[in-house]
């Protein structure tokens, strides 16, 4: 019986340090705000890796959010739009406050509080879609002809290969009145949730 006790304490530590890191993960996920309705306030334009430049027009803060490698999903098989569904992959938000503003110039300021790599894509949102209801390919992604501005490039403005986590990206786009809708749109990031709308008024 004393044979089994250090394999019985190591057991009872390694449950004691999963559970420590258990905590330790929700704290930091509440803390980045990942996952609430609202944009961390504690970054305010910024964040470890870069800060965003002073940006012309009404500012949006977007912050994209992940539960980490594990959400990555895989195709599961076609859906009736013809496009393919994706399994695997819940917990992954875009989030932008405000998500009203006036018409013309519009900077987008986007805070990837995830582990993943995210990217925002800005498209016109038809009359009578709501948003998440575009069709996504095989390849997981939707079609993002007729995009208005993009940020996806780390510590940049404009176009790239994607933020990093912990980074932050930003465009500015002249936007008329009307609804708009923000997405991340790699692959399967828009059918697990990566979306939101962005009205623009008079």
């Known amino acids: 019986m004393s044979a089994n006790r250090p394999r019985g304490m190591w057991l009872a530590v390694g449950a004691a340090a999963a559970l420590v890191?258990?905590?330790?993960?929700?704290?930091?996920?509440?803390?980045?705000?990942?996952?609430?309705?609202?944009?961390?306030?504690?970054w305010q334009g910024r964040?470890?890796?870069c800060n965003a430049p002073v940006l012309?027009?009404?500012?949006?803060?977007?912050?994209?959010?992940d539960m980490g490698p594990?959400?990555?999903?895989?195709?599961?098989?076609?859906?009736?739009?013809?496009?393919?569904?994706?399994?695997?992959?819940?917990m992954l938000r875009l989030h932008a406050t405000p998500s009203?503003?006036?018409?013309?110039?519009?900077?987008?300021?986007?805070?990837n509080a995830g582990a993943l790599t995210h990217e925002v894509v800005v498209l016109s949102l038809p009359p009578g879609q709501?948003?998440?209801e575009r069709p996504t390919g095989s390849n997981g992604r939707i079609n993002e002809?007729?995009?208005l501005g993009e940020a996806s490039r780390s510590c940049g403005a404009g176009a790239g290969k994607g933020v990093m986590p912990g980074a932050m990206a930003w465009t500015t786009v002249t936007l008329q009145p009307g609804r708009y809708e923000l997405v991340c749109n790699?692959?399967?990031?828009?059918?697990?949730?990566m979306y939101s709308e962005l009205d623009v008024i008079r």
């Open 145 to 147: 002809a007729g995009s």
């Open 47 to 49: 964040s470890a890796q």
């Open 186 to 193: 790699l692959p399967g990031h828009y059918a697990a949730g």
């Open 100 to 111: 009203t503003v006036p018409a013309g110039v519009v900077s987008l300021r986007v805070f």
């Open 56 to 65: 012309k027009g009404h500012a949006v803060d977007v912050t994209v959010g």
């Open 21 to 42: 890191l258990g905590i330790a993960t929700a704290v930091l996920l509440a803390a980045t705000g990942a996952f609430r309705g609202s944009a961390p306030a504690a």
């Open 130 to 132: 709501a948003p998440g």
């Open 70 to 90: 594990g959400m990555m999903g895989r195709p599961k098989g076609r859906n009736p739009t013809g496009g393919t569904d994706w399994q695997g992959m819940g």
